[in-house]
Structures are given as structure tokens and as C-alpha cells.
């Protein structure tokens, strides 16, 4: 239940104040069945700049809808979802399997305030004209890029797998980029380099993850790019698949480790290590 008043005022400055309309003036949610009783009393205060004398309601509006308060699932689709990062053409992109990719555009990437989102964490030209290991290179040119990109798939009750697809297009060398990436909260990779899991630049690889639970009706992929040696690096992502069932098995992959001694950090190699699924090319 909420009352909307109008010709209201707002006094900030106090010797500039506006009028204002339709504004909210008190609202209360979990009523109880029954009668309730809404009680206006004139105080006799007013505003510094106002002048009236009288206290007008404009509408109260009021609803008897019940409905649960936590976080619902069963909502979402039940079949595979596809979608590319950057990719900005007006129609879905149809793979060599016929299977059609959208554009990706809810996705979540905090690059300040007043930014512009897209000019600073979207690949929307191609990187990269040929990209080996793959039949289908066009979902590896483009991505978004960022400190951290958040990804919230609704999906319907039932088990998961997620293929997270990438191809390094901006460096030429291993050990510039660490990428930790997490599964509904849960941590499965601490520090991703794509470059050597693909064997190189400019090639395709997969990561697979099978039996995924919603959380909440979501499937929640959070990429977070990690230091090397003090120094950020961004996390990134070219293209994203989530659907019903197993997504197959994989190779292994290349986790970049960094062990301390004393105070300095020293490269340790590369490790390899299975992830929930494993790995694949594209």
C-alpha cells in the first residue's frame, strides 16, 4: 500500500525550491489479511518555504496479491542457450552445426561512473581475422574484457554444463593474463592463462563444465582477471554456451601458479590441471 501526494516541494536549495508531482509519500508491504486503516494528522508544521494550510492526498493505491518473498526458479528456458561477447551484428550468427548465436548483451561489467560500457569493455571488431582449431571463427574475434565480467543465465530447474569459449588476440606470449573464474560462487579456476591452454595465439579453446545446479533459477559465471607479479590483468570472453545435460569431456588445462618466497613471487611454471569437465578446441 503507498499515498502519492501532489505540489510537493523540494527545498534543496531551500531559495530555489521546485514542485513536484506524484511523489511517494509513504508505502508499507506485508500487510496482513484484513481491514487496515490509513491515518493522516495535520502537525501544523510545514515546509520553510510553504505556505498552506492543508494536507492533500492524491491517490492511494493498494493490492491483496500474495506471493513469496525469497528468489523463485523454475522460469527459465530449459534448452541450450548461445550467445557471443562483442558481437553487435542484428541477427544470430548460425555456427557450422546450425546452431544460432545471439549477440550478448546482459552481462555485467563495472567501469565507473558516467563510462561509456561498450567503448571500454567490448570488442566489437574482430581481433583477429584467422583463428586456428576451430570450424567456426567467428565466435572467437570479438568478447568483452574487464577487471571483472559477471554472467547470470536464467535457466529452469534441472542440471547443467557451461562452455566458456576463448582465444587470446592481444598478446603474442604466455604469462600475460591470469583469469580466475567462478561457478555459482564456487572457485574453478584461480589463474586461467588461454594463451597456453590454446598452445598459442590467435586459437581456439573451450572450457567445459558439467553438472552445474542453479542457484536461485541462475547460472552464475563470474571472470575475474588476476595480478602477475603485480601488475592487473583483465579477464575476458569471447563466447558462452549453457544448456541441459553434459557439454563432453575436454584437455587438460594451463593454470598459471605463482608460490612466494619470502617477499618476492617467482614463477613456478605451468601446471596442468583437469577442470569439472576439462577442456576442449573449439
Excluded at 545471439?102 to 563510462?115: D, K, L, Q, S, Y
Excluded at 554444463?161 to 580466475?180: C, S, T, W
Excluded at 588476476?226 to 544448456?243: D, F, K, T, W
Amino acid at each position: 500500500m503507498m499515498g502519492m501526494a501532489t505540489n510537493c516541494f523540494a527545498t534543496e536549495p531551500i531559495s530555489d525550491p521546485v514542485s513536484v508531482d506524484h511523489q511517494i509519500l509513504y508505502y508499507r508491504n506485508g500487510l496482513g489479511s484484513g481491514p487496515h486503516t490509513l491515518k493522516l494528522v495535520a502537525r501544523g508544521a510545514r515546509d520553510p518555504v510553504s505556505s498552506g494550510d492543508e494536507v492533500y492526498v492524491e491517490s492511494v493505491q493498494y493490492s491483496d496479491a500474495g506471493g513469496d518473498s525469497g528468489f523463485g526458479e523454475g522460469g527459465g528456458p530449459k534448452v541450450a542457450q548461445r550467445m557471443i561477447f562483442g558481437y553487435r551484428s542484428r541477427t544470430d550468427f548460425s555456427d557450422s552445426q546450425g546452431y544460432l548465436w545471439r549477440p550478448a548483451t546482459e552481462f555485467i561489467v563495472r567501469t565507473g561512473h558516467n563510462t561509456d560500457t561498450v567503448a571500454k569493455a567490448w570488442w566489437t571488431m574482430r581481433q583477429a581475422v584467422a583463428v586456428a582449431g576451430t570450424p567456426d571463427p567467428e565466435l572467437y574475434r570479438y568478447g568483452a574484457h574487464w577487471k571483472e565480467l559477471i554472467v547470470n543465465i536464467t535457466v529452469a530447474p534441472g542440471t547443467y554444463y557451461a562452455r566458456l569459449k576463448f582465444a587470446e588476440n592481444q598478446y603474442d606470449e604466455p604469462n600475460r593474463r591470469a583469469i580466475g573464474i567462478q561457478l555459482n560462487g564456487r572457485a574453478v579456476f584461480d589463474r586461467l592463462d588461454v594463451l597456453a591452454t590454446a598452445g598459442g595465439a590467435n586459437k581456439a579453446v573451450d572450457l567445459v563444465f558439467n553438472d552445474i545446479t542453479p542457484k536461485n533459477g541462475i547460472v552464475e559465471i563470474r571472470l575475474r582477471g588476476e595480478p602477475i607479479h603485480g601488475v592487473e590483468s583483465e579477464a575476458m570472453l569471447q563466447a558462452l554456451e549453457v544448456g541441459p545435460g553434459s557439454g563432453g569431456l575436454g584437455a587438460a588445462a594451463e593454470e598459471r601458479r605463482i608460490l612466494k618466497q619470502g617477499v618476492h613471487e617467482q614463477q613456478h611454471g605451468w601446471m596442468r590441471e583437469r577442470s569439472n569437465s576439462g577442456i576442449g578446441r573449439g
